[in-house]
């Protein structure tokens, strides 16, 4: 845990007591701050002063002496209005940050050089995360990995001089952090999302835009007219920007043909790495999120054979084109995490024969932006509440099952794979929520996991 010890002797306000907001009181506490929390869920409230954290319902308090209000980044600050904390807070002229700023302020008190790379975008951002997270550990730095990807900020080790930080941060977590100022900054690309919660995309590309615009080193996807945008801004006001593409050649930073990463700087150009190979990488949006990685490691002082060794044995992020296990020629994928056709397209784009998994409960527009990718699926295996209406839509483009459950689909799927002797991937990418048949779309590829491991002869990779 960092003990929060800007606000020592004050006292503070917090709203939202989920995982993250618990840790932020927890961190409070521990740094010496008189904190009043509060969370619309009552068992919430009850769980945080079972611990001996100051409880209040927020309405009911005087703001004269509150120095911050510690907002959940699940809770709106702007749009589609402010949450009645938020308005409580701005009346009365009270701050309002997030957890991550209380960690940013913190590393400039304890350790202001400790290494710290934040990361962002609307896809690809925790697979990049993670990517950096592992190159760094398998290089022997001491490596914190937090954030959006699970791990609350503030229950990391506190900044020292020779620890690194990877972070991976929201736009809500943004939002509430006006003094982050990472070592690295990497915005991957931008798309629209969260409209509700900034109101526009202008909103949205602002906001993503503060995470490297503090940056002493920004990294800036090259593949979006957005973040082009971004990158020229800050090009023009003289700051040190490398631009990373899937797809062309870039001036200063690096980009992939192929599976072939170009490094290009002031001194030329060279080939940095191929990831032919590495199957956790496939895919041009893989080549992308390498290239990030590669451009944040050169920056913090890694060497290219560090990195190098590092994304050759990258495992992969859990539930995310994960390969699990191989039988003979066939590779058994969980790519449980794509809860939406634009979320599967990656995985799909990234295999030449599929015997694909799909459904569960469809998002609007089902799986009708995939039909480029239906001549690459040797059969479907649909589950649950959208199989119907998946099936409608493969019509006589693809052969389908309605398998019904994940189990009878995979037990399908492998033997029809394996009676077809051929180089391919039995892969679970629903395209769907996973709330009729799972709790959420872990247990889904936990569940696919553990189906694919009690197959006859199979070799688990994981």
Known sequence: MIPVTSFTGKRVALFGLGGSGLATARALVKGGADVLAWDDKPESVARAAKEGIGTADLREIDWSGIAVLILSPGVPLTHPAPHWSADLASAAGVEIIGDIELFVRERRTLAPNAPLICITGTNGKSTTTALIAHILRTSGRDTQLGGNIGTAVLTLDPPAADRFYVVECSSYQ???????????GILLNLTPDHIDRHGTMENYAAVKARLVAGSQTAVLGDDDPFCRAIAAELEAKGRRVLRISRDHAVHSGLYAAGTVLHHAGGEGETIFADLAGIETLRGSHNAQNAAAAIAACLAVGLSREEIVAGLASFPGLKHRMQP???????????DSKATNADAAAPALSSYDRIYWI?????????????????????KA???????????ATLGDAVPVSRSGTLEAAVAEAAADAERAGETAAVMLSPACASFDQYKNFEMRGDAFVGHVAGLPGVAMLI
Do not use: H, M, W
């Open 381 to 391: 295996y649909l589950i649950g509440q959208a199989a119907d209406a998946f099936a």
């Open 324 to 334: 699990i296990a191989q039988r003979g020629a066939v590779t058994f994928v969980n």
């Open 358 to 378: 799909a459904g569960g409960v469809a998002k609007e527009g089902g799986i009708e932006p995939l039909r480029p990718f239906f001549p690459k699926i040797a």
């Open 174 to 184: 943004i939002d509430l952090a006006p003094s982050l100022d990472p070592t690295v």
